[in-house]
């Protein structure tokens, strides 16, 4: 799901007039919302000095938020081509245009490990190496004059298309779509300009320490038996050749493994017609092989690592595996997550490390419940070099309050108010909500997924969230990875594990 969500983010939102004022507004009344909730003081929890402002706020009358769950059948269509192709569709009528997403299972983890990155290529080439019928450069001046816009980019799972058109001009967008998919040309110039930008951003990589560490930790974490512990090399970036990406294509990209996404000025059978005519006729080479995905083999290190670099401020990260998104308790864990560290300034981590210790201007925490196989929690701070030390202490300590402490039912409810509320922006427009409906089936959650998910929420006891804390939550067995002077700070991280040295590969 972290995939689609990505793609979500890049969505374009076709209603821009009413829908930007109704989501300003719903911007404000949360922002009421929050203001109101964190001005109230409780026992047991630190008390903010109160503003006249944040009085006010909280003496406001603020009605229940009246949600509407999207549903299925009702706002959204699904259809399924002969061919395999499901499609979602919803009809908007209130602009001239066209959104379609195209879903294929085809990103990292369905790679041939003897190439990896080779789905970020592919997904690049169907975009820039042009078609069986017309080049890169022809392509460009095809969607250039007619104003539309077709892009593409791969995760671990999803390998996606976008379509951006006027709805005047949906034929012929969804002709060069369908080009694209399926007689795509691979060129070999386009390829080579790919693989020079990719291999830039990784030279880059060590010239920026959050991405750095970012990349180190998962290196240490999954290790070499998990994809995402084998981070893409320049070497790797190298050898990838215009026919892996043919095999790529030809492998996975076809109609049995595709999902679309659409939402515009059409009525669903126009549509589905106008797709059925482009992409219709396209038959699957025998039946879709996916490979068996890599599973992550959880392992938990009380270790801490130091990559040094001559930095005034240091990188820190630290975490340990956490769950997937079968995981009966996420809906707990969501709400431990937002007091623990993922509600910015009001969480426990940010308050302690910024507003106490005054370690670093930000700090948070995250603990992934969407992912499909086994995700990681992390906390994560920059800060000074010797400050390191007392960084990681203050966030295992928050970690361990929280197994050691019951939260407030106060501190639950504005937990479970903000988490509810912020429902209201979950769907702000009908392409994210066909989308996200869609990303349902390619995640194998059922349909009416969203029709119960407030009230798991709203299920979530006080006892729920000590209960995940003790049983979730590892600060005796944190991995600890800090980019930054190791001679300010690598002594120090001795009472937290076994301290190791790491080092940066040679420049290739």
Not at 136 to 158: K, Q
Not at 190 to 196: D, H, I, M, S, Y
Not at 364 to 379: N, Q, S, Y
Request: glycine share 6%.
């Amino acid at each position: 799901m972290g995939d689609c969500r990505r793609l979500l983010r890049h969505t374009r939102q076709s209603a821009i007039g009413n829908r930007q004022s109704a989501l300003l507004s719903a911007s404000c009344l949360l922002f009421c919302l929050v203001l109101a909730g964190c001005a109230a003081p409780e026992a047991g929890l630190p008390v903010s000095p109160r503003s006249p402002g944040a009085a006010l706020v909280e003496r406001l009358p603020i009605s229940p938020l009246q949600l509407t769950i999207p549903r299925l059948g009702r706002e959204v269509e699904r259809r399924v081509l002969r061919n395999g192709i499901v499609l979602y569709l919803a009809s908007d009528r209130s602009l001239p245009v066209l959104d379609v997403s195209v879903l294929v299972r085809a990103g990292s983890l369905y790679e041939d490990p003897a190439r990896p990155g080779v789905a970020g290529f592919t997904a690049s080439q169907l975009r820039n190496g042009g078609t069986a019928a017309r080049d890169s450069a022809a392509m460009n001046d095809e969607l250039e004059t007619l104003g539309l816009s077709i892009e593409a980019s791969a995760g671990t799972e999803v390998l996606s298309l976008t379509l951006n058109a006027l709805a005047k001009d949906a034929e012929r967008g969804l002709a060069l779509l369908a080009e694209m998919l399926r007689r795509p040309a691979f060129d070999p110039q386009p390829l080579e300009t790919a693989r020079g930008r990719v291999i830039e951003d990784l030279r880059r990589v060590v010239e920026n320490p959050s991405r750095l560490a970012a990349r180190e930790f998962a290196r240490q974490m999954y290790t070499e038996a998990y994809p995402l512990g084998r981070p893409l090399t320049p070497a790797q970036a190298r050898a990838i050749q215009r026919d892996d990406l043919v095999r790529h294509h030809r492998r996975l990209v076809r109609p049995d493994n595709i999902l679309v996404a659409a939402v515009g000025d059409f009525s669903p059978d126009e549509l589905a017609d106008k797709i059925q005519r482009h992409l219709g006729g396209w038959t699957p080479d025998g039946p879709l092989d996916l490979p068996p995905l890599p599973a992550v083999v959880p392992r938990f290190e009380r270790a801490a690592y130091v990559l040094h670099r001559d930095l005034g401020q240091a990188s820190l990260l630290l975490g340990h595996f956490g769950i997937n998104r079968a995981n009966p308790d996420r809906y707990a864990i969501d709400l431990l997550d937002f007091i623990l560290g993922g509600s910015g300034f009001t969480s426990r981590i940010t308050d302690r490390v910024r507003s106490e210790e005054g370690l670093a201007y930000s700090a948070w925490a995250t603990f992934p419940t969407t992912t499909r196989d086994i995700g990681i929690f992390r906390a994560s701070v920059q800060t000074k070099n010797e400050n390191v030390p007392r960084a990681v202490q203050v966030i295992l300590e928050e970690m361990a309050r929280l197994q050691r402490e019951p939260v407030s039912p106060r501190e639950l409810a504005r937990a479970k108010e903000a988490i509810i509320n912020s429902f209201v922006f979950r769907f702000p427009s009908r392409s994210s909500t066909v989308l996200q409906l869609l990303t349902l089936e390619f995640d194998g959650e059922p349909a009416d997924f969203y029709e119960g998910l407030l009230d798991r929420y709203r299920a979530v006891t006080v006892e729920d969230i000590q209960r995940v804390a003790r049983q979730y939550l590892r600060p005796d067995a944190t991995t600890i990875l800090v980019v930054g002077d190791a001679a300010k700070c690598e002594a120090a991280l001795a009472q937290f594990g076994p301290v190791r040295r790491l080092s940066l590969p040679e420049p290739e």
